[in-house]
């Protein structure tokens, strides 16, 4: 399994059923392949419930997501204009976002919007989903591509808002963030302690039931 399944798979499991969950670009839109599709709701901020896969031969140009993607229609799927669709996210009705990131620092803020100097696709819904989704889980890399830890202090390109995520995986290691700091609860694969602490600039702390684990 690749590493961003593994981290797709690991954040489906974080996820309750009939659930309403926006998936954001990336590693987020694999989440689908390891969810029972009638047990979860689906959204899209331009303005579809009820997002499902789509067979290459079935793709309708006109059904995309939020990136452009197509995406199929789930039994019982409702379409709306793109402000109701965000009246949804701004107004607490959406359970889940899981978002990729550039950056996400120990406070919780992150950066997933724009890099000084590059041309990349903006802010989106994110800054949206930030601010009105009960949850917000993050799936990413743990370091970048030049290997740089991208758990850091501090993010140093733009934050998308103020309001600290719930939970970040990675392919390394699973923090849930408790009394507001984050929570190493959980290591992937055949990590080790000592890995994830050389690969992380952030503070956070072990639990207890981790440390036992693996002593």
């Keep these: 399994m690749s590493m ?3 981290i ?4 489906a499991h974080a996820l309750e059923e009939y659930s309403v969950i926006n998936l954001g670009i990336g590693i987020p839109t694999l989440v689908t392949n390891y969810l029972d599709k009638e047990k979860f709701y689906l959204h899209t901020e331009n303005g579809l419930l009820g997002v499902t896969s789509v067979e290459e031969e079935d793709v309708d140009p006109n059904i995309v997501n939020a990136g452009k993607q197509p995406v199929g229609e789930a039994t019982g799927a409702s379409y709306f204009h793109s402000a109701d669709s965000f009246a949804m996210i701004r107004g607490s009705h959406v359970d889940v976002a899981i978002l990729g990131v550039l950056q996400v620092d120990e406070k919780g803020r992150v950066a997933n919007w724009a890099i000084p100097g590059k041309d990349i696709i903006g802010v989106g819904g994110a800054m949206d989903l930030l601010v009105g989704a009960k949850k917000v889980i993050i799936t ?3 370091t970048a591509k030049d290997g740089s830890p991208k758990f850091l202090k501090k993010c140093t390109f733009p934050i998308t808002s103020t309001r600290p995520v ?3 995986i990675t392919e390394l290691a699973v923090f849930e ?3 507001d700091k984050f929570e190493l609860i959980e290591l992937m694969g055949d990590t080790t302690l000592e890995e994830i602490a050389e690969k992380t600039e952030a503070d956070y702390t072990v639990s207890e039931l981790l440390k036992g684990s693996v002593e």
């Design 140 to 142: 990413t890399n743990h």
């Design 8 to 11: 797709a798979e690991r954040a």
């Design 177 to 179: 963030r408790k009394d």
């Design 166 to 168: 719930d939970m970040i």
């Design 4 to 6: 961003k399944n593994m």
